[in-house]
Structure formats: structure tokens, C-alpha cells
Nanobody, 123 residues
Framework: VQLQASGGGLVQPGESLRLSCGAS????????IGWFRQAPGKEREGVSC????????YYADSVKGRFTISRDNAKNTVYLQMNSLKPEDTAVYYC?????????????????WGQGTQVTVSS
């Protein structure tokens, strides 16, 4: 399974970015998929995910109301729309997937990870 994350960049506070995560040789439609981030000196944290057990979406409290995860099955791609970005959102963002993850999809228990894309929010 190869995941390719893209869409990061440098933006000012209040602006938006959309991250994309595509997969090759693996259908994301049938698997849990999560977005995680890791800032320098901090642990990797779950940002948002789509559960494979119920198809529901989940968000960290810090991004609720600002970030939206979605999946385009036709393109085999998952997106993370990030609005109203804050400096504390600065981190390397990773997507991950694993058909064995059934519950608690915000926990970093995945076997397959993308390479990460840098998001920097700064004025």
C-alpha cells in the first residue's frame, strides 16, 4: 500500500488549505483512514478520520468546526479541508490507512502511512 499526501504549504492565519491523500493498489473505500499531524517536539496526534465500522467521521477537539474530512471513492482519494487555520496547526500532516483499524480511528495504530506534507501557518 502506497499513500501519497499532498497539498501542504505556507499560509497566513485564517486562510485555508486542502490536503489530499491518494492510494495506489489499495481501495480506501473499504478501510479506515486518518489524518495525523506532528509538530516539532510533539507526539503525533490524530486530527480526523473516517471509520471503517460505521463510516462516520471523527475530529480532534482542536479542529472541530474548522476541518472537514471527505473521501472521493471514484478518485480513491481522501481530502482534509482545513479552514480558519491557526499557527498552532503548523505541523507535518500524514495520512494513514489500515483495514485492520475498526475502532478508535483517531489513534495512530495504522500500518500504512503516507510520507507527510508540511503545513505552516504564519503571518
Amino acid at each position: 500500500v502506497q499513500l501519497q499526501a499532498s497539498g501542504g504549504g505556507l499560509v497566513q492565519p485564517g486562510e485555508s488549505l486542502r490536503l489530499s491523500c491518494g492510494a495506489s493498489e489499495f481501495l480506501l473505500e473499504y478501510s479506515a483512514i486518518g489524518w495525523f499531524r506532528q509538530a516539532p517536539g510533539k507526539e503525533r496526534e490524530g486530527v480526523s478520520c473516517i471509520s471503517s465500522s460505521d463510516g462516520n467521521t471523527y475530529y480532534a477537539d482542536s479542529v472541530k468546526g474548522r476541518f472537514t474530512i471527505s473521501r472521493d471513492n471514484a478518485k480513491n482519494t481522501v481530502y482534509l479541508q482545513m479552514n480558519s487555520l491557526k499557527p498552532e496547526d503548523t505541523a507535518v500532516y500524514y495520512c494513514a490507512t489500515d483495514p485492520a483499524v475498526v475502532t478508535n480511528c483517531l489513534l495512530p495504530m495504522y500500518d500504512y502511512w503516507g510520507q507527510g506534507t508540511q503545513v505552516t501557518v504564519s503571518s
